[in-house]
């Protein structure tokens, strides 16, 4: 038995819950970004994902007009830094609703790195950092797709075998429902089956 729900006949809010709690895990991209008057932005969003990998295209959604999208579409420029578990309560705090003119470096008390093709800085403590150039933007109603193209990517050396990042390292926080977050928990390994493979 299953209970149906008709986005056309709930409200807009009560179908956001749905959905964030039924698209479950969900990375999160920690934006920096800084506004044509030089104040450095940084802010969760948990609608991200890879779109593209040659050449390599980043996006996550601004639900509602946020300082992250006005300084992306005014600068064409952000970072997407990882967000860890250890700093669970910094990027927690990053998702409060400061105004524009108070950074979120300052006030969740993380340290600025600079970014070597961008202007915005990077999070210092976050082990991987993509520095990006808008791409382009796709608007839904009041939510906006962000692409961005990745021109540099920086790891912390000490999350690194070889040049692979470790998962047990990094330590990826997810978003899931309500105000509910998870860390990685147990990690599964399998190969992908191959038909050649199966048709012996």
Sequence with gaps: M???????????????????????????????????????????????????????????????????????????????????????EQVNDTGTDFPPELSEFDEAGLTREPSLRVRPPRVAESPVSFECELHSTVGFGASTVVFGRVVHLAVAEDVLDGDHPLIDRLRPLARLGRDEWSTLGDVRRISRNRYADRAR
Aim: no cysteine; aromatic share 10%.
């Design 2 to 88: 299953r209970k149906d729900f008709d986005p056309a006949e709930i409200a807009p809010s009560a179908f956001y819950r749905l959905l964030t709690a039924g698209v479950v895990p969900r990375p999160i991209a920690w934006v920096s970004s800084t506004s044509e008057s030089g104040v450095d932005n940084l802010a969760p969003h948990s609608f991200f994902t890879v779109a593209s990998a040659a050449p390599a295209v980043l996006q996550f959604t601004s639900v509602g007009r946020k300082d992250t999208l006005r300084n992306v579409e005014a600068t064409g420029q952000f970072v997407v830094n990882l967000a860890s578990e250890e700093l669970f």
